[in-house]
């Protein structure tokens, strides 16, 4: 399946996006806040190749030229019968400052609602990004909940984990196309 936006299609990994996803899982300042760190080219490649199998993963790609530019992820959460979702992204920071994450982001969940007749869908970002959380606003999500220390994708040099805490925030079908009028508390 392919999705459009204004300037962006939404469609499915192949292999031959490693190249692309190297140009910016390679950069320390887009992995930053994710569970991993900077890939190599040979790991983009082996992930272009995993993400090519995968459904919950959507490449986003300017129409204009068809470069991949960055990447949603969306998988329908357990369980099943709540038909939640959960939203995620991660775009090259070249890119950053155009609105190509909203733009991606919206077109999803318009599909989300309008064609997966989802009920709600969530997403969880470090409450440092900044950048994230507004994101999710504009989008007109909720922030539901701070949970602090909830997660952790490092060790110290003890080897003690180093915890992190998280911003939930959520959409539900019945506030899909209202006017953004959600702010944080």
């Known amino acids: 399946m392919v999705l459009n936006s204004q300037e962006l299609i939404l469609r499915p990994f192949v292999e031959s996006d490693a190249d692309d996803l190297y140009e910016y899982l390679c950069r320390p300042e887009v992995v930053r806040y994710e569970p991993y760190g900077v ?23 300017q129409k204009d030229g068809g470069k991949l530019i960055g990447n949603l992820y969306f998988q329908r959460q357990e369980p099943f ?8 992204y991660v775009f090259n920071s070249a890119y950053w400052g155009r609105g190509y994450a909203t733009q991606a982001a919206r077109c999803l969940l318009r599909h989300a609602f309008e064609q997966l007749d989802a009920h ?3 997403a969880q970002c470090n409450p ?8 999710l606003e504009r989008l007109g999500m909720r922030r539901e909940g701070h949970f602090l220390q909830n997660a952790s ?9 180093i915890w992190l805490d998280t911003f ?8 899909w196309g209202e006017p953004t009028r959600h702010q944080a508390p």
């Open 168 to 175: 939930l925030y959520a959409i539900l079908d019945t506030e």
């Open 128 to 135: 440092e990004n900044t950048a994230s959380w507004r994101l």
């Open 120 to 122: 709600r869908v969530v």
């Open 81 to 88: 019968e709540w038909n939640t979702w959960e939203l995620g």
């Open 39 to 61: 890939q190599t080219r040979r790991q983009c490649h082996e992930w272009a190749a995993q993400r090519a199998r995968q459904d919950c993963f959507w490449a986003v790609c």
């Open 153 to 161: 994708f490092d060790s110290d040099a003890q080897g003690n984990p």
